[in-house]
């Protein structure tokens, strides 16, 4: 009898999706899918609608101010390249004297990561790093330590993608205004929306990374970017903008000329959109409910309890589910945690995710450096069941490696 599969992988990309998603896909291709913006005739104010839609749904669900502050993008990643390379580039045509200061954590993906080491190994960019403590959180005030007047950018993620730790992000926000008030806040909230409530206005957030595909259960290669008054003011030029265009090409709102339009969203969005990616991204967040939330969080209780009862294991980030996303980072004794993952995926067909999750520096923070641990996120079909078959597995690892090195040592 072949074993069921689980599916503890929900932090990377949820699934499985609501059957409406893939229907509101399916429907879009069927009957909607011209090009958005490009054309007059029906097909085309079809993929419009829908795209504007999108637009619509996504700023009521952070309270943006306006929809046209949702600028839509490929995903995450490519969200928070929008925003790096455009504040960076926008301090720089500003003639701004030296390298532009940026202030991050120790905790960030690798989209920001990267995309500021490029910057800071041409020493373009002057970067500072603030550390995390043992359970993933972020001091605000070593957040402020960290600003001083000529701060452009402070890039901090809502939530560790790496072990759920949830940041306070509004008593940050409000004390880089305190020191640094010219510059803008970036938060990545790819794990949080969808699970935790934002609201742009009330935290002061400038600018927001949005994952269409996690919390929010769309599609891959969906996503947005919300820009406030302060990142990028209404009516202004182009040398008015806290945000440089980085992407140039065909918006549809502006035909003649070679520059791009000055308004948003079509100032920061060229080409063609995602179209029927944004179609199943509307069912999905039509389809949201906060009672999934309180059940995968049921469910990250249960795994951290069985795993703090079983010997040799590591738990990293809370203790507890307060303050934490639903995702638990651990690791039992010396087993590299890729040869765990492995062994999950091919004995018990269980699907986690192991290594440094695109989050190097959070690990060297953690003591787990390179290798990194084994992540399991539950999602909202997830069971009960399927957890204690989780924590099964990993106790008969966990005997398993206490033998062999008992044995070793014999």
């Known amino acids: 009898m072949s074993m069921p599969f689980i599916y503890l992988d929900n932090a990377a990309t949820s699934w499985p999706k609501q059957p409406c998603v893939g229907e509101a896909m399916v429907e879009f291709l069927n009957h909607k899918a011209g090009n958005p913006g490009r054309g007059g005739h029906k097909l085309a104010r079809a993929a419009g609608d829908v795209i504007e839609e999108a637009r619509f749904k996504i700023a009521r669900l952070i309270n943006a101010p306006s929809p046209s502050r949702i600028v839509l993008t490929h995903g995450c990643t490519d969200a928070l390249n929008l925003a790096i390379h455009g504040v960076i580039r926008a301090a720089q045509r500003s003639g701004c004297e030296g390298p532009v200061h940026i202030v991050t954590t120790v905790l960030e993906h690798n989209a920001v990561l990267r995309t500021l080491h490029c910057y800071a190994s041409d020493n373009k960019i002057k970067l500072t790093y603030v550390e995390c403590d043992e359970f993933g959180y972020i001091d605000p005030q070593k957040i402020s330590d960290a600003c001083d007047e000529c701060t452009a950018l402070v890039c901090i993620t809502h939530a560790s993608n790496a072990m759920g730790s949830i940041q306070p992000i509004k008593e940050c926000i409000k004390r880089v205004r305190a020191i640094a008030p010219e510059a803008l806040v970036l938060v990545d909230g790819a794990q949080t929306l969808g699970h935790i409530k934002i609201d742009v206005q009330t935290m002061g957030i400038d600018l927001l990374a949005i994952a269409g595909h996690k919390g929010l259960g769309g599609p891959t290669g969906t996503g947005a970017l919300y820009l406030s008054c302060k990142a990028f003011p209404d009516n202004c030029t182009q040398n008015e903008s806290r945000v440089f265009c980085e992407r140039r090409g065909g918006t549809g709102s502006k035909a003649p000329g070679l520059e791009m339009p000055t308004q948003l969203p079509d100032a920061l969005e060229a080409g063609t959109s995602n179209a029927v990616g944004f179609a199943g991204?509307?069912?999905?967040?039509?389809?949201?409910?906060?009672?999934?939330?309180?059940?995968?969080?049921?469910?990250?209780?249960?795994?951290?309890?069985?795993?703090?009862?079983?010997?040799?294991?590591?738990?990293?980030?809370?203790?507890?589910?307060?303050?934490?996303?639903?995702?638990?980072?651990?690791?039992?004794?010396?087993?590299?945690?890729?040869?765990?993952?492995?062994?999950?995926?091919?004995?018990?067909?269980?699907?986690?995710?192991?290594?440094?999750?695109?989050?190097?520096?959070?690990?060297?923070?953690?003591?787990?450096?390179?290798?990194?641990?084994?992540?399991?996120?539950?999602?909202?079909?997830?069971?009960?069941?399927?957890?204690?078959?989780?924590?099964?597995?990993?106790?008969?690892?966990?005997?398993?490696?206490?033998?062999?090195?008992?044995?070793?040592?014999?």
């Open 281 to 410: 991204l509307i069912a999905a967040m039509k389809a949201l409910d906060p009672k999934h939330h309180e059940h995968e969080m049921k469910l990250t209780a249960q795994i951290l309890e069985g795993l703090c009862g079983i010997e040799h294991v590591t738990i990293y980030g809370r203790p507890q589910i307060e303050g934490r996303t639903p995702v638990v980072l651990f690791n039992i004794g010396s087993i590299d945690p890729r040869v765990l993952a492995d062994r999950l995926d091919r004995e018990y067909n269980i699907a986690t995710r192991a290594g440094s999750h695109c989050a190097p520096l959070a690990h060297h923070a953690l003591g787990n450096g390179e290798n990194g641990g084994v992540r399991v996120s539950p999602g909202a079909t997830t069971t009960s069941e399927e957890i204690e078959l989780l924590l099964e597995a990993v106790r008969t690892i966990a005997a398993e490696s206490s033998e062999v090195a008992t044995n070793q040592h014999s």
